[in-house]
């Protein structure tokens, strides 16, 4: 059983991931900002707590991510304005990294998405380019970390049913978020895949052997 701390809990990769986590006995915590969201978390096996990640100080994160064994940030500003996506995908993001390592946790999985490496390749002047910013570095920060880390880069999400195949080869296209759920549980089970980044589309590979 691994303690695990979703962070951005009521996202719809997250309440999936809670979901599976939850029914293979790993014991779950969902952050959430809202506290009506919490019902939610809780209908997937998972204890919700009502964290804003955008307000909480370094000594706050580290404290609430004490005693946990692993760390997935699934958390977004969800669009807006730049202020709010540098303030949560990045800033946040970066926060979290920095707290995981001053607590101690063994792994961290870093939800982003598929994109041009190393630069993301998104002009100064579309309206993705904060975003696009700050997920690069919020990315490079777990990756410069000493966190055992999966940066985990899914293309365009989809309602989709789930297949359990994915695909790590081709150009960006679209994959279900119960595909992504699915990876995100296989990482957090499978320690040898560790300080590399996943990036993947819907396909016609088993998760298991398309990640190893």
């Known amino acids: 059983m ?14 999936r991931l809670a979901r599976l986590l939850a029914q293979r006995g790993d ?19 998972a204890r919700a707590r009502v964290a804003d990640v955008e307000s909480m100080s370094l000594d706050e994160m580290t404290s609430a991510l004490a005693d946990v064994d692993a760390v997935v940030w699934s958390a977004g500003a969800g669009g807006g304005s730049p202020e709010r996506t540098y ?39 579309s309206s993705f380019f904060p975003y696009a910013e700050a ?42 978020r119960d595909d992504v759920a699915a990876v995100a549980a296989h990482v957090l089970a499978t320690p040898s895949v560790s300080r590399v980044t996943i990036d993947f589309n819907g396909g016609d590979v088993p998760v298991e052997d398309a990640i190893g």
């Not at 998405?113 to 100064?124: Q, T, W």
């Open 87 to 125: 303030a949560v995908d990045r800033d946040a993001a970066v926060r979290s990294v920095d707290a995981a390592e001053a607590a101690g946790v063994d792994r961290y999985v870093m939800v982003s998405y598929h994109y041009r490496k190393p630069d993301h390749g998104v002009p100064p002047d």
């Open 27 to 45: 014991e779950v915590t969902s952050w959430v900002r809202n506290p009506d969201h919490a019902g939610d978390v809780e209908a997937t096996g």
């Open 135 to 176: 997920k690069k570095a919020a990315d490079d920060a777990v990756r410069g970390s000493d966190l055992d880390w999966v940066v985990l880069g899914p293309s365009s999400l989809t309602d989709d049913p789930g297949t359990g195949r994915i695909d790590t080869t081709g150009e960006a296209s679209s994959v279900s």
């Open 2 to 15: 691994a303690r695990v701390t979703i962070i951005g809990g009521h996202g719809k990769v997250a309440l």
